[in-house]
């Protein structure tokens, strides 16, 4: 039986058809793939089922009975539940009152606090999504957060899981704790509607995957009896190559320096302690490690977002360790950072805009004290070229485009502006496998040119990949040095939970 | 164009519209309801505000000071600022108008000029102290501005009573040299109390469009505004940026003060409570968007329906609370953005975010 059938789904929004004539139908009790590639529509059609937007044209039927969702309501009446990547929670209250916000058991007018309690446990160990029911949102971690917008769907009844791009926000581990979730649900007769980038994943877990690209279908096919390759080009239109090629690296002068550094993380804790890294022009060097070993601290120091605490951060010779993100920035430092639509973006200025977000005051932008933006929206119509952005034109806001064209926008922004040393956090976080080499190309082409690049990635793959040298994080120290060449990711993963290594690249 | 479309998109176009008409409506109902009819007030009303020079000449003078404090209102939101406290920055401004128009003796047009700058630079700094607190301590800025206002009555009147006249209610009329009016612009208006406030006003307006869409300044605090973090990534002085929306938010609401002081009143008086144009100002930009053309747009219609309303209650014998319950339905209605969701009903499509 069908769970979920959408039938010649259209949505339109100025400028751009999202979806053209999209159909879908997903199985009872499986876990089906959405595959497609930034700015495919995938989220627009989630969206469309989850009674968030509606179609233009199109029928929905669930459990084969046609229905028309008009609103998130509908569909949760409807058993449809939807886990986005952003999550929506409500940073100071408890996991169980973000459950139950909005459905409240109540018991004479009251809230029923114990009930409610005990009926989260009771879902949680039924599916073996361990959180603890009394603990605030902002204590707990990402991967965290994200079982309870599960838990929160399965507390409304959903029968139906969208989960949009659930992988992209956490760490390794995390996703192994995820996929066991994932199993132990379609175990009990749940449907899982699951988008993701990470073929890996696909094959993985997935029964079915349908593939959709530039709104349109592609196809459906069966995971048994297809491949990475095959998936890939299904979804890009062309051959993708996984590896990246790159000649020897040939590194020059240092251009980063970082001697015995100290960071204090917000609650006061050193993230970082004593640590020594050196990037010289002309390498990648990979920062590897576990999630939350000082890895964010470090970049937001060396940008000059956070204070050092004691240590000195020196770019090509001189201390960067006291100035502020613009004299840092000027001096030659590019960040594509951790959080795009935290830190990277103004969602609500336009594409133009957001590339100019730290040259606006720069020739040709300004003139004096006058913006000039003809020059901003060429410079910004040029980026949109060159990377592959997909929007309308240049005046539509960062708002409106699909999760990975935002971090194309971003990575445009930061490549362009050319910096001696380039800081690129989980560049590829959300990119689908063409953008993805799309980029990896990029990054090698920067280190072509003589400049320094520092890769924060949680992606393993993508740090053997690139990499000229790695460092691996642990405790807020390098706990080693490893050559890409002849390391592996056992050999990482050892290092990174605190173990030691024998061979070891020295440093320099 | 393109880009004027922007600050103003259409959507916020059609809810201003539909939500004045639904509050009329409202008023219409309630007219309807008391037994008026409302027909005959609400031609009264716009009969009474517009087709006489005189009546036009005071519906301008309504006018000005609220177009200023709208101006103060929405800049302050346009850089994600809420400056609840725009009635105390505008007396303040009145103060500082009143204290150079009795104490100092200037040359007639210099005169006036200095008294304006005072109430400006005066408006600017009440608000310079909630805009640090805010910056430094991140103390919310609605808090203090509303404390701030109360400081700012009670500063006024106890300055009335003192310094600047004998124990009286009122100070002395401000010299003739500091004054607004323009004689010549009276007569034009059948000797309405007009003044040259207005100018001052859309001056202003021109000014609040041209520093934030146009200037890298203002490129600055509009992104402090939407995305304090991403601001700070690309290397803008955060602090810095809520402290001079703060201080240009509170400067228009001096120039309103101002207005008031040296265009309409002339004198100042012991107040019993606030006058209220600061507050009107949240609805004006709220009604208007945010933009410097709503704002003026927005101002224009609320000036009418407090002066014509005025008249109405003559004219029609409606009494003239039905207007403010007008006034409050426009924006309930633009608040809860009932046009946003009858449109989206209608053409099945609705604003979120990218998830
Ligand atoms: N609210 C909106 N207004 C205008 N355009 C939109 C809106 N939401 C999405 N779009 C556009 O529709 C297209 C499809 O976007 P969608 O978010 O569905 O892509 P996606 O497949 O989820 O991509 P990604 O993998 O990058 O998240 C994009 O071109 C996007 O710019
Ligand atoms: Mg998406």
């Known amino acids: 039986m069908n769970a979920v059938e959408m039938r010649g789904i259209t949505k339109r929004f100025p400028g751009i058809v999202a979806n053209d004539q999209v159909h879908l139908s997903v199985n009872q009790g499986e876990i089906h793939a959405l595959l497609g590639e930034n700015g495919a529509g995938k989220s627009t059609l989630m969206n469309i089922l989850f009674g968030l937007y509606q179609p233009d044209e199109g029928e929905i039927f669930i459990r084969e009975k046609p229905v028309k969702i008009t609103g998130p309501t509908k569909a949760a009446a409807l058993g449809i539940g939807m886990v986005h990547q952003h999550f929506m929670l409500v940073e100071p209250f408890t996991v169980t009152e973000n459950i139950i916000l909005g459905a409240e058991p109540t018991s004479r007018g009251c809230i029923d606090r114990h009930r409610a309690e005990r009926e989260v446990r009771e879902i949680s160990e039924k599916y073996g999504l361990r959180v603890d029911p009394t603990a605030r949102i902002r204590d707990i971690s990402v991967g965290m957060q994200q079982r309870v917008e599960i838990l929160k769907t399965l507390y409304r009844g959903a029968e139906v899981l969208i989960f949009d791009e659930p992988t992209a926000v956490l760490s390794p581990q995390e996703i192994d704790e995820l996929m066991e979730i994932m199993e132990n649900l379609v175990r009990e007769g749940k449907t899982i509607i699951f988008i993701t980038h990470k073929l890996k994943e696909i094959m993985r877990i997935c029964d079915t995957v349908t593939v959709i690209r530039r709104g349109k279908t592609i196809g459906s096919t069966s995971v048994k009896g297809t491949s990475e390759q095959e998936l890939a080009s299904m979804m890009v239109g062309r051959e993708v190559s996984f590896s990246v090629n790159k000649q020897e690296s040939r590194p020059g002068k240092t251009v980063l320096k970082v001697q015995s550094l100290t960071v204090k993380d917000s609650r006061g804790v050193e993230a970082v302690r004593g640590l020594d890294l050196e990037v010289r022009a002309g390498e990648i060097v990979g920062l590897a490690g576990v999630d939350g070993n000082g890895q964010s601290e470090l970049l937001e120091a060396i940008t000059g977002l956070r204070k050092a605490h004691a240590g000195d951060i020196l770019l090509n010779g001189e201390a960067i360790t006291r100035l502020q993100p613009r004299a840092i920035a000027r001096r030659g430092v590019g960040h594509i950072p951790e959080d795009r639509q935290k830190r990277g973006l103004v969602l609500d200025f336009s594409i133009g805009e957001n590339m100019v977000l730290q040259t606006y005051d720069q020739t040709p932008f300004a003139k004096g004290f006058l913006l000039r933006y003809p020059e901003i929206f060429r410079h910004a119509k040029r980026l949109i070229e060159d990377f592959d952005v997909r929007t309308p034109d240049e005046q539509t806001h960062a708002r409106a485009l699909s999760g990975g064209n935002q971090q194309k926008a971003i990575i445009a922004r930061e490549v362009d502006r050319d910096p001696d040393l380039l800081i690129a956090a989980q560049p590829t976080r959300g990119l689908d496998v063409g953008a993805i080499e799309f980029i990896h190309r990029r990054l090698v082409e920067q280190r072509d040119k003589g400049k320094a690049v520092l890769l924060m990635s949680l992606e393993l793959d993508e740090i053997l990949k690139l990499s000229d040298r790695i460092a691996v994080m642990y405790g807020g120290r390098i706990a080693g040095w490893l050559n890409p060449k002849t390391t592996n990711e056992e050999e990482i993963g050892l290092l990174m939970a605190g173990g030691k290594v024998g061979e070891e690249v020295a440093q320099g | ?355």
């Not at chain 2, 008409?21 to 007219?31: E, F, I, P, Q, R």
């Not at chain 2, 040296?262 to 144009?277: A, D, K, P, V």
């Not at chain 2, 007008?326 to 969701?341: C, E, G, R």
Request: hydrophobic letters at 55%.
């Open chain 2, 1 to 355: 164009m393109k880009h004027l479309e922007q600050i103003h998109n259409q959507s916020a176009w059609l809810t201003s519209l539909i939500s004045v008409l639904l509050g009329m409506l409202v008023g219409a109902g309630m007219m309807l309801a008391a037994g008026y009819d409302p027909l005959l007030a609400y031609g009264a009303l716009f009969q009474n505000a517009i087709f006489q020079p005189y009546d036009l000449g005071e519906t301008i003078r309504t006018i000005t000071p609220l177009i200023l404090t709208g101006l103060a209102v929405g800049l302050a939101f346009r850089t994600g600022l809420f400056n609840i406290g725009v009635e105390g920055q505008m007396i303040i401004g009145s103060l500082a108008a009143a204290i150079v128009g009795l104490k100092f003796s200037l040359p007639p047009v210099l005169h006036s000029a200095a008294a304006v700058a005072a109430a400006a630079v005066a408006g600017a700094l009440w608000a310079f102290i909630p805009g640090l607190l805010k910056a430094v301590r991140g103390v919310h800025e609605v808090i203090t501005t509303i404390m701030m206002n109360f400081i700012a009555l009670n500063l006024s009147n106890w300055l009335v009573r003192t310094w600047l006249s004998n124990g009286a209610d009122s100070t002395d009329k401000i010299k003739e040299s500091a004054s607004l009016r323009w004689d010549l612009l009276s007569q034009w208006f059948d000797n309405s109390r007009i003044h040259l406030g207005i100018m001052i006003a859309l001056l202003a307006a021109y000014g609040m469009y041209v520093l934030l869409w146009k200037t890298t300044y203002g490129f600055e605090l509009r992104a402090v505004g939407y995305n304090p973090h991403a601001s700070e990534y690309a290397g803008m002085n955060v602090k810095r940026s809520i402290l001079s929306s703060m201080m240009i938010s509170g400067m228009f609401a001096g120039l309103a003060g101002a207005c008031q002081l040296l265009g309409t009143s002339g004198y100042l008086s012991i107040r019993g409570g606030f006058e209220g144009i600061g507050f009107d100002g949240i609805a004006v930009a709220l009604l208007g968007a945010n933009a410097p053309i709503g704002i003026l747009l927005a101002a224009v219609l609320f000036g009418v329906l407090t002066y014509g309303g005025g008249n109405m209650q003559f004219a029609a014998d409606v009494p003239f609370e039905v207007i403010r319950v007008v006034f409050a339905a426009i924006i309930l209605f633009v608040a809860a953005n009932l046009s946003q969701s009858i449109f989206s009903r209608a053409r099945g499509m609705r604003r979120e975010p990218h998830a």
